[in-house]
Every structure is written in C-alpha cells, then in structure tokens.
C-alpha cells in the first residue's frame, strides 16, 4: 500500500511527539470529540493547532467570532471554553450530516446559547453578512481550494485589529514543495499558494506564517 502523504513533510516526527506530550488535556468530552473524529475519519484541528487556537481566544479576549467550517463542533467549543461568556461564535457548515451532528455536541457540551451553527455555503453566504457585523476572530477551517474566494469578504466582516486564522495551509508540505504534491490535490494546492501569496500582499493584513500541525496563518488587519 502506498502512502499518500508524508505525514512529517511539515514537522519532524520527534518534535510532534515532544509537542503532544507537553499538550495533553483531561476535557473528557473533547476526549469523545477526538476519538469520534479519528473513527469516522471526520478532519478537526491538530492538537497543536487545537491549542494554539485556544491562548490565540484568551489573549485577544474576543466578542464575536466567526468559523468557516464546523464540522462536528470541535474547534467551535474549544473557542467557547476559552473566551467570556459573553462572547458570541457563528460557525458555517454546508453539510446537513454535520450540522446535526455539531449542534447534539455543542448542547451537550452546554454552549448552544453562545454558538450558532448555520447551514450554509460559506463561500456564497459571507457576501450576505452586513458591513456592521464584524468579528474580532475569523477561523477558517472549511474547503481548502475555497479560501481564495473568501478572503475578500473575510477582510471586509474583519474589526480593525482583528485576526484571520487560517489552518492546513501547507497542506501536508504540498504547498511548500512540489515534490510533496500528490495528483489529485494540485488544484487545491494550486489555491492554496495562490491563497498564501494574497494574504502576504494584501494591503489591510500583515500575515504569518506558521509550521504549525498542518500549517497555520495569522493575519491581522491594519
């Protein structure tokens, strides 16, 4: 059986180790999140990314966030338990399954007053939101070859100050390095560069760039 992706393209495999260790949390519900996610190969945040999301929450302090692909809610609690009570998180999600799944988990976990989860394509909806809803975190975790489409209406629901944070930008490595590319993702990759190369010139952001899990930028609006 061949391997699809070079799992240790972005991080030496020693350095993820050493980083999960140092990383563990006793949240037995994100427990039962991370094994479901792992058993129906259901994709949500590295546990690096997890909590890099996580102080990024605590030290911005945000009033209202918007994710871009929820999936089973993972990352969309993991935001609640870090911010105020009285910080308000809408996350999209385009896929009815996953929508239904994502709301039982986020009653369960006791935030359904403070997340809201909209079924809804993001790359059509975003256009939709009103100038005067701006969100102090925009988390975009949702289709990959779809982040160059929504760049521009992120920037344009962004608070002045606020950061855009974008996972699985590098993408295995394929971003980075051609010879990491496998065939069927060259679109996406292609994207994904095209995506990196607007957040770095873009005229209201200043972007970082992360090898962290799969990749993660930081863009703050200036």
Do not use: W
């Not at 007053?113 to 701006?134: G, H, R, T």
């Not at 051609?178 to 995506?195: A, E, G, P, Q, S």
């Not at 990196?196 to 990749?215: Q, V, Y």
Request: include cysteine.
């Amino acid at each position: 059986m061949s391997i699809e992706y070079d799992l240790n393209a972005i991080v030496p495999p020693y350095i993820t180790e050493y980083l999960r260790d140092k990383m563990t949390h006793n949240d037995e519900f994100l427990h039962e999140l991370e094994r479901y996610a792992e058993e129906n190969s259901v994709p949500i945040v590295e546990p690096e990314t997890a909590r890099f999301l996580s102080v990024m929450c605590r030290i911005a302090k945000p009033k209202k966030i918007l994710e871009v692909g929820c999936a089973i809610g993972y990352s969309s609690i993991l935001m609640a338990q870090a911010t105020d009570a009285d910080c308000e998180i809408a996350t999209l999600e385009c896929n009815e399954d996953m929508v239904h799944i994502a709301r039982e988990n986020i009653k369960k976990a006791g935030y359904a007053e403070k997340i809201s989860v909209i079924e809804a394509d993001a790359k059509d909806y975003l256009s939709y939101i009103d100038d005067d809803e701006v969100f102090d975190i925009i988390f975009l975790d949702g289709p990959k070859a779809h982040y160059i489409y929504m760049l521009d209406e992120c920037v344009r629901l962004l608070k002045k100050g606020g950061m855009i944070i974008s996972d699985n930008v590098l993408y295995k490595g394929m971003t980075a390095d051609d010879n990491h590319v496998v065939r069927r993702k060259i679109t996406i990759v292609k994207r994904l560069r095209k995506y990196i190369d607007m957040l770095m010139e873009h005229k209201e952001l200043e972007t970082s760039l992360l090898p962290l899990g799969d990749g993660v930028t930081v863009s703050v609006k200036i």
